[in-house]
C-alpha cells in the first residue's frame, strides 16, 4: 500500500533562517506530488504542485519554493523565513491520471519567532 | 471561477444526534467530489467519494450524495460520536490533478 511521510512534526525557526521540510512517497510511481499551508483560520492553500520530476509549478508569490529530486521526494525551502510563514505545512500525493482523491502526510507545524 | 461552499461552523452536536453539513460546489461537467475529514494536529484524511451523478459515497457511518440537479454534496451521519469531532472539508475535482477545497466546517460533539 501507498504511504507518505512529512517531517519534521514541527519546527520552531526564527525569523531570517532557512528551512526544508521533506516529503516522500512510498508505493507508487510517478505521482502528483502537493504542496499546502493551512493557516489558523482551517483554509487550505495550495502552495506548488508536482507532476514530474523537477517540474514545479507555483500557485501563489511567495517566500517559498519547491523540488523535486526524484520521483517520490518533494521538499519545500526557503532562503529567509518570514513570520507570515507561521502555518501548518501539508504534503499530499495523488495518481497522475484521472480524477483521483489526494492523500495527506500528517503535516509540519512550523512557528516562527 | 469554480468553487466548494460549505456551511459555516462551528456545528455542535450532542452524542447520537444527526448529523448534516452542507456542501455546493460550481463546475462545469460532473466533477469527482470528496470528503475529508481533519482530526485535530493531524492531516487530512479522505472520508468518501462520488465520481458521478446520483453515487453515494459511504464510510465509517457517513454519507454523501452527489446531486447534480441541485450541485450538492451533503455530508450525513445519523448518530455522532464525541470521537467525530473534527474539521470536515469538502472537495472537488478540478483539471490539472488539483482539488478545490471548501474553507471547512468544524464539528463539536458533546457527550
Known amino acids: 500500500s501507498q504511504t507518505i511521510h512529512q517531517w519534521p512534526a514541527t519546527l520552531v525557526q526564527p525569523v531570517g533562517s532557512p528551512l526544508s521540510l521533506e516529503c516522500t512517497v512510498e508505493?507508487?510511481?510517478?505521482?502528483?506530488l502537493y504542496w499546502y499551508r493551512q493557516a489558523a483560520g482551517r483554509g487550505l492553500q495550495l502552495l506548488f504542485y508536482?507532476?514530474?520530476?523537477?517540474?514545479i509549478s507555483s500557485e501563489v508569490p511567495q517566500n517559498l519554493s519547491a523540488s523535486r529530486p526524484q520521483d517520490r521526494q518533494f521538499i519545500l525551502s526557503s532562503k529567509k523565513l518570514l513570520l507570515s510563514d507561521s502555518g501548518f505545512y501539508l504534503c499530499a500525493w495523488s495518481v497522475s491520471s484521472g480524477p483521483q482523491p489526494q492523500h495527506f502526510g500528517d503535516g509540519t507545524r512550523l512557528s516562527i519567532l | 471561477g469554480d468553487s466548494v461552499t460549505q456551511m459555516e461552523g462551528p456545528v455542535t452536536l450532542s452524542e447520537e444526534a444527526f448529523l448534516t453539513i452542507n456542501c455546493t460546489y460550481t463546475?462545469?461537467?460532473?466533477?469527482?467530489l470528496f470528503w475529508y475529514v481533519q482530526y485535530p494536529g493531524e492531516g487530512l484524511q479522505l472520508l468518501l467519494k462520488a465520481t458521478k451523478a446520483d453515487d453515494k459515497g459511504s464510510n465509517k457511518g457517513f454519507e454523501a450524495t452527489y446531486r447534480k440537479e441541485t450541485t450538492s454534496f451533503h455530508l450525513e451521519k445519523g448518530s455522532v460520536q464525541v470521537s467525530d469531532s473534527a474539521v470536515y472539508f469538502c472537495?472537488?475535482?478540478?483539471?490539472?490533478?488539483?482539488?478545490?477545497f471548501g474553507q471547512g466546517t468544524e464539528l463539536s460533539v458533546k457527550p
Open positions: 508536482s507532476v514530474g520530476i523537477g517540474q
Open positions: 472537495a472537488r475535482y478540478n483539471q490539472g490533478g488539483k482539488l478545490i
Open positions: 508505493g507508487t510511481s510517478n505521482p502528483n
Open positions: 463546475a462545469t461537467g460532473y466533477p469527482s
